[in-house]
């Protein structure tokens, strides 16, 4: 199983770009896909989960700034940031499991590599 994150980069504070990522080597019928983060000196955390049937989770700091989407038929999902905030930089990376509350927690099946995205003030 390979997860594929990509779209991360350097962006301007109030910049809106949007990571990808896909996952192959099996099929993921009912799993839920997220996004993680980590930023420098700091504990990774979880940021955005969406389940197979499209509910999503987000931790508060992104609420209502990032969104979590799926595309079940290419097994992919994205996140979407807009308004970037400098404290948003980290390493972005994805992740699979079965249970979306397990990811929420921090656990997962599946990790894919991180994506840095930078953002400047």
């Known amino acids: 199983v390979q997860l594929q994150a990509s779209g991360g980069g350097l962006v301007q504070a109030g910049g809106s770009p949007r990571l990808s990522c896909v996952a192959s080597?099996?099929?993921?019928?009912?799993?839920?896909m997220g996004w993680f983060r980590q930023a420098p000196g700091k504990e990774r955390e979880f940021v955005a989960v969406?389940?197979?049937?499209?509910?999503?989770y987000y931790v508060d700091s992104v609420k209502g700034r990032f969104t979590i989407s799926r595309d079940n038929a290419k097994s992919t999902w994205y996140l979407q940031m807009n308004s970037l905030k400098p404290e948003d930089t980290a390493v972005y990376c994805c992740?699979?499991?079965?249970?979306?509350?397990?990811?929420?927690?921090?656990?997962?099946?599946?990790w894919g590599q991180g994506t840095q995205v930078t953002v400047s003030s």
């Open positions: 992740a699979l499991d079965p249970l979306s509350f397990r990811l929420r927690r921090g656990g997962a099946d599946y």
């Open positions: 969406t389940t197979w049937d499209g509910s999503t």
């Open positions: 080597g099996r099929t993921f019928s009912g799993y839920s």
